[in-house]
């Protein structure tokens, strides 16, 4: 074993901030290839009941986790069916699985090159390896106030979701404030500063309402926060939106679940949503530094998800996706004997990908440095024989844990 291969490897977590969290865990991909038509069927349907239906997913550890494997989306979505199909009482009919995800890969690329925007919006990589074509930017409204519209692009999923669950709260709480929606994506994706995330249209970031209202990002406390109507937005985004994972601080969550408790909440739901609950190892709603005046909801978009995934190599090669969107991203420092070629090889990515990750002109690294690598696959050790968190619920404030790859 070469003694490169103990530079210092640990995941890139795609959290809000430039200060990830923790708490985005080794999630270093988007949960990729979607079972899409179940998801479809399901995540437009409103599930008003106040069981946790749709937090099924929480339930499995890895269901927000780097590689959830597709099968844990099936079975959420399988689950949330038939108790949703029981208690909703006139639920607007589920939107058909889109007609593009009948499309071979080439029958996509000929319809791409013919009519780029026919295919509708595509989600590439990871959201901190990413890039969005076609994408979709979020409307003006008077329920929300979009802060910087250069750069609320989304996936058509996700856009619909945030519209849907602020107005939802709106309706059903009247007189609500317009909320700020800060970041989703730039058009195209990428990097947006000061995020590791944000890359690939399905991150935003949304304010908390506020008595009196705000119209820009405020330090939520107890004396200025609208428990009501923002408790009423955190339970309706993870119970009727296809979501990944709810970035909020500990002393909001707090204040959130005091205020769920008081009113009757069912204990067994705020368990499962709430990492403050301590009762669940992959709680949806986690706590990561800087999300005191904000709350980060990372939706999936199955539709967009899946084009990406088969659209990606030819958007590469018509160089319409930058060479570093991948999977996943791990962390490199580089050591005595490392160039650029060997690295690419080893973490099976090019040189180009690595340039493009670090903004690299040139061949050259500098031994100590830490570079981005962008990779094909979420480095995941095997279940059985590695445990999935090494450090085992390491302080969640950290900025990365050293990962499993270390040494590979
Ligand atoms: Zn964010």
Redesign the pocket.
């Known amino acids: 074993m070469r003694r490169w291969f103990f530079g210092l490897v640990f995941l890139v977590f795609p959290?809000?901030?430039a200060t990830a969290p923790a708490e985005a865990g080794p999630k270093t991909s988007a949960r990729a290839p979607i079972l899409v038509q179940p998801v479809q069927a399901a995540a437009p349907r409103p599930a008003p009941s106040p069981t946790p239906v749709a937090n099924e997913a929480a339930a499995d550890p890895d269901a927000d986790d780097e590689e959830g494997p597709d099968d844990d989306e099936a079975e959420a979505a399988e689950a949330e069916g038939p108790e949703a199909e029981a208690q909703a009482p006139a639920p607007p009919p589920p939107k058909p699985p889109s007609p593009l995800l009948a499309l071979s890969v080439t029958q996509l690329e000929a319809r791409y090159r013919s009519d780029p925007a026919s295919v509708g919006p595509l989600s590439l990589g990871a959201t901190n390896a990413g890039a969005l074509v076609n994408g979709v930017q979020m409307p003006r409204s008077d329920k929300w106030i979009v802060q910087d519209p250069s750069c609320a692009w989304g996936t058509q999923e996700t856009v619909d979701a945030i519209a849907r669950s602020i107005e939802k709260v709106a309706a059903e709480h009247p007189g609500a404030p317009a909320l700020a929606i800060?970041?989703i994506s730039s058009k195209k994706g990428g990097h947006l500063s000061p995020?590791r995330?944000?890359q690939s249209g399905r991150?935003v970031?949304i304010g908390y309402y506020h008595s009196p209202p705000k119209t820009t990002f405020v330090r939520a406390t107890e004396a200025n926060l609208d428990l009501e109507r923002t408790y009423a937005l955190v339970k309706t985004i993870v119970s009727d939106a296809d979501v990944e994972l709810v970035?909020i601080d500990t002393s909001v969550q707090r204040l959130l679940v005091a205020h769920a408790l008081r009113k009757g909440e069912d204990e067994a739901f705020l368990d499962q949503v709430f990492q403050v609950r301590g009762k669940h190892p992959r709680p949806l709603v986690r706590h990561a530094r800087g999300h005191g005046n904000h709350l980060?909801v990372r939706f999936v978009s199955p539709v967009a998800q899946e084009l990406g995934r088969r659209a990606g190599a030819f958007l590469k090669r018509e160089k319409v996706a930058p060479p570093h969107v991948a999977d996943a991203v791990v962390m490199h420092k580089a050591r005595s004997g490392d160039t650029l070629q060997i690295l690419a090889r080893r973490y099976g990515t090019t040189v180009e990908a690595i340039q493009g990750a670090n903004g690299l002109r040139t061949i050259d690294i500098k031994m100590g440095r830490t570079y981005r690598i962008p990779v094909p696959k979420p480095p995941t050790p095997p279940k059985s024989a590695v445990p999935k968190r090494p450090t085992a619920a390491p302080p969640r404030t950290a900025g990365a844990t050293r990962g499993p790859t270390q040494g590979r």
């Open positions: 959290g809000c901030a800060g970041h995020h995330s944000h991150d970031d970035l980060h």
